[in-house]
């Protein structure tokens, strides 16, 4: 198997580095070939959404992501060591993602959420599962469908008196769930709940 560690940090040697080299390490000697590919001080630009790329097999912007397209076409799995900024990755990690919007392949959204605890004394697990797929090489891809779509439906739900906070909320405060997930239905997103 061929692996690929793009490794997010800025920081030669950092929490991120070292934690990439140990898991380089073990994929190694169970057989892997890994290549490391730091983003530390590689010219990345962010995406600038001039969709070129979803009529050409290639990004408009020519920067050292060449190299990560190299890498990827000759990668089996894709490991992405990141730093936590913010909640999220860092700039540099989330450049190389945006830049990989579409690249001439369909793409895929898998979300996988899973809850553990206790409930009225007994050890309760619930699983959250949703697999979305572009609708056709010309249509909405899985990122827009997954994303679009919720923020459609709660503007309506909420154009409609159905959400009737207003302000800054969290979505899992004001949306009620049991209206929600249906719209999401409709639109081909079918969110799975095991409980057990
Ligand atoms: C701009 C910035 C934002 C950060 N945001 C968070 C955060 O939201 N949550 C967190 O737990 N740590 C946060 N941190 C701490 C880093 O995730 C932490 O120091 C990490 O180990 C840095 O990785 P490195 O050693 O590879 O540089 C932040 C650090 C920076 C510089």
């Known amino acids: 198997m061929r692996i690929t560690v793009l490794v997010g940090s800025p920081r030669k040697n950092g929490n991120t580095e070292t934690l990439a080299d140990a898991l380089i390490e073990g994929a190694r000697a169970a057989g892997a070939e890994v ?23 290639r990004c408009a912007v020519a920067d ?9 076409q000759k990668t089996d799995a894709l490991v992405f060591a990141t730093p936590v900024y913010f909640y999220n990755m860092s700039a540099q990690l ?10 001439g392949d369909l793409d895929m959204v898998l979300v996988r959420l899973t ?28 990122m827009m469908r ?7 439906i709660i ?12 302000g800054c909320y969290p979505q899992e405060k004001v949306v ?19 409980e057990s």
């Open 35 to 57: 290549t490391k590919y730091t983003l530390r001080g590689r010219k990345i630009a962010p995406c600038v959404n001039c969709d070129y790329c979803q009529t050409h097999d």
């Open 64 to 72: 050292d992501m060449a190299d990560v397209y190299e890498l990827l």
């Open 94 to 103: 989330k450049a190389v993602l945006d830049r990989n919007l579409s690249y």
């Open 115 to 142: 809850c553990e605890g206790i409930k009225d004394g007994a050890a309760k697990k619930i699983v959250y599962e949703i697999v979305d797929r572009q609708e056709s090489k010309e249509s909405l891809t899985a």
């Open 146 to 152: 997954t994303t679009a779509f919720p923020a459609a």
């Open 155 to 166: 503007a309506q739900m909420a154009a409609s008196g159905e959400i009737t906070a207003r």
């Open 176 to 194: 009620n769930p049991s209206l929600f997930i249906p719209k999401l239905k409709k639109r081909g997103i079918n969110l799975v709940i095991q």
